[in-house]
């Protein structure tokens, strides 16, 4: 009932920064939970930021606090990720995803979440 829409990856070098969009239809966005995870080649799926419902909780894996932001558009149905001070180990193919049942809280486990985008490329250079 939902589709997700990533965009905004791309090539850039290390310490740039780069915006991610995540564009919902489908159905109303503005009530649901939200999350961004990345998968590098050979590598698990790991969890990197998420966002409540309200947008008054965020959550961030370890290894991007303090350099990546995720926030929310209601008025367009979107989520963002900013991307700054880019490292190479950051490479990977993003994913947003969505969540249904949590209210005042997002999970940081992918098998929580019911929805998933196609993914964006975001490659990082040294």
């Known amino acids: 009932q939902v589709q997700l829409v990533e965009s905004g990856g791309g090539l850039v070098q290390a310490g740039g920064s780069l915006r991610l969009s995540c564009a919902a239809s489908g159905r109303t966005f503005s009530p649901y939970s939200m999350g961004w995870f990345r998968q590098a080649p050979g590598k698990e799926r790991e969890f990197v930021a998420a966002i409540s419902r309200s947008g008054e909780r965020t959550y961030y894996a370890d290894a991007v606090k303090g350099r990546f932001t995720i926030s929310r558009d209601n008025a367009k149905n979107t989520v963002y990720l900013e991307m700054n001070s880019l490292k190479p180990e950051d490479t990977a193919i993003y994913y947003c995803?969505?969540?249904?049942?949590?209210?005042?809280?997002?999970?940081?486990?992918?098998?929580?979440?019911?929805?998933w985008g196609q993914g964006t490329q975001v490659t990082v250079s040294s």
């Open positions: 995803a969505v969540d249904l049942d949590s209210i005042t809280v997002a999970p940081t486990r992918g098998f929580l979440y019911d929805y």
